[in-house]
């Protein structure tokens, strides 16, 4: 099973929490590096002893040309680009593989829910479902694992330890024998769904939808242990892993000469330090030696070592566990009682053991951004009167960038064919409700005067805002007056408005009489002026 270590570097000392782990052996690096270790430095010293003890003096030049130029072109190889992107794939593999392995837990929470029944029947149905589910993992493991399959060799371990019954033991080994080249995983999966169907027929499920879902969930139950197969089957391609074996073996193979100690006048051959114990060159071998083992390791995750998945404890426990779940706590659940925060509705603060554990509410990014003040506006003096004007200023709006606006009062006058709109100062001029909304829609603010003696001063401190506030009242006066004259409209007699209907559609009729005799008399003329040409031409 993978060794867990997250307990103890949950948090970080001053010198790091990694050095606790490097006294670690079960599942350590230098567990599965030691013996490749020790060949290389066998190899080593070997090569070192010969040219030391065993060559001539004639012959230790041609060892000599051997080291240099292993030394000089072992370079050329791309170890560790070829080497990281190996590893890199691998453990994105390893970590697919393991979300890949299906729990029952969701399909069992279902069974347990929307399969009813407290008699013996439906107790019966619901721990089939779940056996059957659990069969089907623990075939498709034994398909793929070593561990599992030393386990489980034929199907009468399987009785043995009840996944599997006598008769549906037959079955399969039936269709076994019909159909040797497929595996037979997917049988208890669909002798789960019949018996999920039985139980809709039964009633012991209440509609189609929870039907469905349970189907849904066992075919998603379904393709995980698909995807295993898949996985078993499509592997890293070879020729990478022969690449990438060759090119490491390759490069300390060339090592073992080209870091020898030899009797030149180079320093970079001679050192004292080479001649004992060749120090780097056993920690490179270490790294890259290491790298590729956890490339091994993990390539594979349902094997012996140490960092695969434990499946042994995995069929147990997703056994056990199903059983727990649509059995023992079927529709139960513990007494309903008010929780202590009743009253209170939500816990402003929720106790600690310690009290100075309690930590601050984290922030926004922002919250304590200091944001520059915006100046103000410089103010102008009007040169009009402001009796008539919709805003006016303090003094204390010089220094405060918020501008207060006040609006003029406004008198509405209406009569059956036009609505006015007059200032409260007693100007006499008039706005139709036809010229406004022409104005709102041209956007032609400010080239009206609302009243007889004042001129708009707010437009030259704030054009942009005056065109929007003299938009936003158009509109509002607009509407009102719409729904003014239409109730104008509507208590007026009902022989006025049956009048003006009538005289609304004799007028109506004229025009289209009218528009008609022309487009008639057009057309006329055209006629004539065709004739004429054709005459013309004739003649």
């Excluded at 915006?374 to 200023?393: A, C, G, I, Q, R």
């Excluded at 008609?516 to 006329?524: A, M, V």
Aim: aromatic share 12%; with cysteine; glycine share 4%.
């Amino acid at each position: 099973m993978t060794v867990s270590y997250t307990a103890e570097v949950a948090t970080c000392s001053h010198f790091g929490c990694f050095w606790k782990l490097l006294m670690r052996w079960r599942a350590s690096i230098y567990k599965i590096i030691w013996v490749d270790l020790l060949a290389f430095l066998c190899c080593y010293y070997l090569m070192a002893m010969v040219y030391r003890y065993a060559l001539r003096e004639k012959d230790k030049p041609i060892f000599e040309d051997i080291v240099m130029y292993c030394h000089s072109y072992s370079n050329l190889i791309p170890l560790s680009f070829v080497l990281g992107f190996y590893v890199g794939i691998i453990i994105e593999r390893w970590w697919s593989q393991y979300i890949t392995v299906p729990w029952p837990d969701p399909l069992a929470v279902y069974v347990s829910a929307l399969v009813r029944g407290q008699d013996e029947h439906g107790r019966l149905m619901r721990r089939t479902i779940m056996r059957y589910v659990c069969l089907a993992l623990t075939m498709v493991l034994s398909m793929i694992s070593p561990v599992i399959k030393r386990r489980f060799p034929t199907y009468d371990q399987l009785i043995e330890v009840g996944l599997l019954n006598a008769n549906e033991a037959n079955i399969i080994r039936a269709m076994d024998a019909k159909f040797p080249k497929h595996p037979k995983y997917w049988m208890p999966i669909v002798w789960a769904a019949s018996i999920v169907t039985r139980a809709r027929k039964e009633g012991r499920i209440w509609d189609d939808f929870s039907l469905k879902s349970m189907i849904d969930e066992l075919n998603k139950f379904r393709a995980g242990c698909n995807m295993l197969i898949h996985y078993d089957t499509i592997s890293v391609p070879l020729v990478y892993t022969q690449v990438v074996t060759l090119a490491v073996y390759s490069y300390f193979v060339a090592s073992i000469f080209g870091h020898q100690w030899i009797d030149r006048d180079t320093k970079q051959y001679n050192n004292v330090v080479g001649y004992y114990f060749p120090l780097f060159s056993t920690l490179e071998f270490f790294f890259f030696m290491g790298w590729l083992k956890v490339a091994e390791t993990l390539i594979c995750p349902f094997g012996d070592d140490d960092d695969d998945f434990e499946l042994n404890w995995l069929i147990d426990r997703n056994l056990q566990v199903s059983y727990l779940i649509v059995d023992e706590m079927h529709n139960d659940h513990p007494q309903l009682v008010r929780d202590q925060y009743w009253d209170e509705v939500f816990p402003n603060e929720l106790p600690y053991l310690v009290e100075s554990e309690r930590a601050e509410h984290p922030e926004a990014s922002t919250a304590r951004l200091g944001i520059p003040k915006v100046n103000p506006l410089p103010s102008v003096k009007s040169e009009v009167s402001m009796e008539n004007d919709y805003t006016e200023f303090d003094d204390e709006d010089e220094a405060n960038p918020v501008v207060m606006i006040r609006f003029a009062h406004r008198t509405f006058g209406l009569s059956k064919s036009s609505v006015s709109v007059k200032n409260s100062s007693d100007s006499q001029d008039t706005l139709s409700l036809d010229d406004m909304v022409g104005e709102h829609l041209e956007g032609e603010v400010g080239s009206r005067t609302l009243g007889s003696d004042s001129k708009d001063d707010f437009e030259r401190l704030r054009e942009t805002r005056e065109k929007e506030r003299v938009n936003r009242q158009l509109q509002q006066a607009a509407l009102a007056m719409e729904l003014m004259k239409g109730d104008l409209a509507s208590n007026v007699g009902s022989e006025k408005g049956s009048s003006q209907t009538d005289f609304q559609q004799k007028e109506s009729a004229t025009q289209t009489d009218r528009s008609y005799t022309s487009q008639r008399k057009k057309d006329e003329d055209k006629d004539k002026d065709k004739n004429k040409d054709k005459e013309s031409e004739k003649k």
